[in-house]
Each structure stands twice: as C-alpha cells, then as structure tokens.
C-alpha cells in the first residue's frame, strides 16, 4: 500500500513537471526560435519585431507568403473608384494578398491619399516603391527634382549625395512611398551605354563607389530603404535591357576590380537593397545565355554567398523584353525565385506568376523553407519601416521643404562645367549681342514649359529668335533655324538628346549632328549646351565653346545660363572621360 502511494506520487509528481515543461514551451516557442533564425542586420529589429516576424509569417498560408514576393505596378494617373485600375488594384491587394507595389506616375496629393486607402486595404503592411533617382520630380509632375548623378558627381562633393538621398527620402517618406530604387551604382564606362548614362555618378569605380554610399547613408537617415542598382553592373553595355539582353564579356576578375566594387561598397555601408539587372555575364554562369536576374550563380553564389549580402534583393523588372523576348511569365518567375531573388517586381501577370510558384512549392521543386527565407526578410523590412514612419508633413513645412528646392539649385550651380572656350566668348556680355539664334535640339523634351533656357535667354538678351528641333521637325524646321543661326550674332545649341540607340534615335542623332556642323561653319561665335550627353563633343571637335550641364531639370538649366553670363563661376569637373578627346576625367577651365 505504501509503495502504491509512493508510485501514484511519482507519477503525479512527473505529470506536472512533463505539463510545466510543455506550458513553457507553449509561452516561449518563438523566443526559442529566435535565437536561432538569422535576421538581416540591416534591419535592426528587437525581439517584440522579431515575434511579430514570426507570428505573421506563421499566420500565412503558401499561397499568401508567394504573394509576399510579388510587386505589381500602379500607374497612379487613374483617380476614380471603378475604373478597371482601381478594381485591379484592389482585387491585388484583398483577394491575391501581394507585398507592396511600384508606382510610376501621378502628383503628390493624389498619391499620397492612394497609398493610405491601400494600406488600409491591406491585412499586412504594403511596401511602397518608385524609382526616384534624382527625387519624387522623376514620377510625379509636381515633385522637387535634384540633379541627376553625373552632375552631382561633377561638384566633385560627396556631401552632396548624402543630402540628396536623405532629402528625397524624407519627402518619399511623407507620401507613403517607404523603398526607393535607387541609387545607380552602374560604372558608365561606356559612352555608348543607351540606358544607364547620366543615372551614374561616373566612369571612374571610386567616384562611383563613394557618391553611391554617401547617397546610400543619407537615404538611411531619411528613414527609406534604398537600392543600389542594377547588379553586378548595367555601365558597361551598349544594349538596353529594356529592348533586349545585353552581354558583358568581362573576365571575373575584371568584375571583381571594377564593376562590383560599388556594389561591394555599398553592402558594406549598410544598403537594404540590391536590384538585379537583366545582363547576361558568361563568366560568372554556368548557363552562358541566362540572364543574370535568373541565375543563381549571379544571386545566390554571388551576392548572398560570395558578397554576404543579406538584405533584399529585387530584379529588375520582369516586364523587360531581356526576359519576355526568351521566357514565357511563368518561367521567369519561377526561375527568379530559384535564383535567389526575395521580391518580383513588375511580372506581367500576378496571378499565373503565384500558382506557378506555389505550385512548384506543393510540389517540392521549391522548399517551403526557401520561401520562407525571402518573406521573413520582406516582413522585416516592413517592420523597420512601421518603426521608422515619419513624424512630419514635409510639403506643409516650408523650412524642410524649401531647403530641398535650394539644395537643388545649389548643387547645380556648383557642377556646371565648361570644357572648351577656344574663342574666349565665356563669360557673355548680353548686352553685346543684339541678334541671338537658339536651336534646342530635342528628343522628348519638346514643351516650352519644360525648356527653361529659352525662358532664361528671352529674360537676359535683348532680341532672341528660338526654334525646337525633334523628332517631329520637317525640312522647313531645319531651314528656319539655319536662317536664325546666320543671321543671328551669337548662337546657343542647347542639346536635350540622351545617349540612346534605338534606330530613331540614332537617326535623329546623326541629323543633328550634320546640321549642328552646317551651323558651326558659319563661324558666328556659339556655345554648344550639354543636356544629357556629355559625349557629343567626340564628334563635333570643331565646336568652339562647350557646356556640360549633363542633365536637363529646371536647376541644371538655369545654372547653366547663369554661368554662361558671369553670374555664377564654373565649379564642375568633368566625371567622365570623353573619348576622342584631350577632355579626360577631372578636366575643367
């Protein structure tokens, strides 16, 4: 009876320390966990961020975490409540369940009220995305617009990029929009390159590597994920992946001393994103024709492993014809996310793109674990953002807002540089010149609202005949604008076309050239403008005086004609070389 009783203890006694042991395990299964899942450092999270990782991504079906992973586009020009975008939108965001969005167009209010009834439309955090490279002015027709990289670089101050990065990041802050893609960490090392041009700060990998962590640093405080772009590098290629694939025939070790070295810059200042670009690099692919966005040797052995990047990583997006000019939408996507990639940006179809995915995890062919790995960093980035929400309203406050628009003209001032002035006509005296002729040659830039110099030369010169010659201009255009030029005392050639190469650009090219040769043999004094092409010069050597400006917003025109007249002196150092040229990297007057 005695050794009954002792037993039935035991067991009891056992009973309730098996019971306590299982109730502790019920109260602390995720701090458990915690000690042994790998966050990003980049985004610094404490234990309560890290249950609600957790907690969120254990909420979340497979079908739920793919959707997670995808970023579809808003155009942000539709403002009514039924029309097929908004019903689109919405159907994303309540029925398909994705992770955030990229917008491309709109104005400032209008997106700002969108993004608030979407987010409240969303069970989980949206992120927000648009690329504003040199500010909100880049999608939005009311948004503050700084110069683009190359001019920045071209102050040769890299204070400049930080206040760029923290100022646009503030104001992206203040609508809504939480992740930035940008900035542009592409060498352009050559001069052909149609798409990436003045988006890089440089031809030279140092100048790039430091103005790209300096802007990277100053996003980090405006409180915005930024993205450095577009890996391993778009600098050096004479096709636009928006067209079709461009090839990079570089050794490894040639990427290694070159174009990976801002990208290595910026993992190690703490960039939270990386975008990878649609390239094909044949030595670093087992899969010589893949693109790099799709290849896990480019992805995962590259940057996650080789790299240690531990941040988000995006491609680039899927709607390019480098991808759908040789994979059909679901082959992408799910290629993508095999490569490594955590987000899908763009896909041109979200729902084919989340059953192919979460079919190929039902499946096996893609571990649960692999997709888990992307969402908890996707999710962790949504908390450092709900950590970090502003406190401000910028547009309301005219001491933020308005230093931003000074910063602007600031930096413009300081990165005109003048590269020739054979015939010493800078500084101009207007009150010299009673007759001016101004060709502004132009591909998309086409409204007078939009060409500010013309605004500016009709403000300090007495009489100015002025012509726009695009893409649209006759015989009858170009025959106008001779007659100004010949019979004009001095000659301004503002040039607005970016280096492209699709064949109507390269057509228009080659007819501008010819005629801006026609107009120099007149031997009238001229100064010819650089808007976005600081290479034009390699093929017009007889040109006397030459201006780069190297992009065309308001600020860079403006500074521009200031220092044309005196008003302002030249401070910019040319941050490329130009080829054909005595005028290398770091040349001034």
Known sequence: ????????????????????????????????????????????????????????????????????????????????????????????????????????????????????KMQIMSDIPLLIASDFENGLGMRLTDGNTFPYNMAIAATGDTSHAYNIGKAIAREARAIGVNFNFAPVADINDNPKNPVIGIRSFSSNKNIVS????????????????????????????????????????????????????PFINAINNGVQSIMIGHLNIPSIQKDTLLPSSLSPEVVTS??????????????????????????SVAEAALMAVKAGNDLILTPPDIEIVINTISNAVYANEIAEDRIDESVRKILS?????????PKWDIFQNSNIYNPHKILAQKIADRSITLVKNRRKIIPIKPQKYRKVA?????????????????????????????????????????????????????????????????????KLSKKYLAFIKKVLRLK??????????????????????????????????????????????????????????????????
């Not at 980090?220 to 890996?231: L, Y």
């Not at 980035?381 to 929400?389: F, P, S, V, Y």
């Not at 009709?458 to 001779?482: G, H």
């Not at 992009?551 to 130009?578: R, Y």
Request: glycine share 4%; proline share 4%.
């Open 1 to 116: 009876m005695k050794l009954s009783k002792k037993i039935n203890k035991l067991i009891l006694i056992g009973i309730i320390l098996i019971s306590s042991f299982q109730i502790s395990m019920l109260i602390l299964p995720i701090q458990n966990n915690l000690k042994v899942i790998k966050y990003p450092k980049v985004f610094q999270l404490n234990d309560n961020d890290k249950e609600w990782v957790e907690s969120t991504l254990k909420k979340l079906t497979t079908k739920e975490k793919v959707a997670q992973m995808i970023m579809p586009w808003v155009m942000g020009n539709d403002r009514s409540d039924d029309t097929l975008e908004t019903v689109r939108i919405k159907q994303l965001i309540t029925e398909f369940k994705v992770g955030g969005f990229i917008y491309f167009q709109g104005d400032i209010i209008n997106e700002k009220e969108d993004i608030i």
């Open 210 to 261: 430091k103005f790209t962590a300096a802007y990277i640093n100053g996003a980090t405080a405006g409180e915005i994920i930024s993205t450095a772009k577009h890996f391993p590098g778009h600098g050096n290629t004479i096709v636009d992946s928006h067209i079709d694939l461009p090839k990079i025939s570089k050794t490894k070790t040639e990427l290694f001393k070159n174009e990976l070295d």
């Open 302 to 327: 590259l940057l996650k492993e080789k790299l240690n990047f531990k941040g988000l990583i995006v491609t680039d997006a899927m709607r390019m014809q480098a991808l759908t000019k040789y994979y």
């Open 381 to 389: 980035a949504k908390r450092w953002i709900k950590n970090t929400e």
């Open 438 to 506: 101004s060709i502004i040659f132009s591909y998309g830039i086409d409204k007078d609202s939009l060409l500010v110099i013309n605004k500016m030369l009709a403000e300090n010169f007495s009489s100015v005949k002025t012509v726009v010659l695009n893409n649209r201009s006759r015989r009858r255009d170009f025959s106008n604008a001779y007659n100004y030029a010949r019979n004009a005392q001095i000659i301004f050639l503002p040039y607005f076309l970016r280096a492209q190469n699709d064949d109507s650009s390269l």
């Open 524 to 589: 009238t004094p001229s100064v010819l403008i650089d808007f976005g092409n600081p290479y034009i010069i390699s093929d017009l050597p007889q040109t006397m005086t030459y201006i780069c400006a190297y992009n065309d917003v308001e600020v860079s025109q403006i500074a521009a004609l200031k220092a044309i007249i005196g008003k302002i002196p030249f401070m910019g150092k040319l941050p490329v070389s130009i080829p054909k040229t005595k005028y290398k990297l770091g040349f001034r007057l």
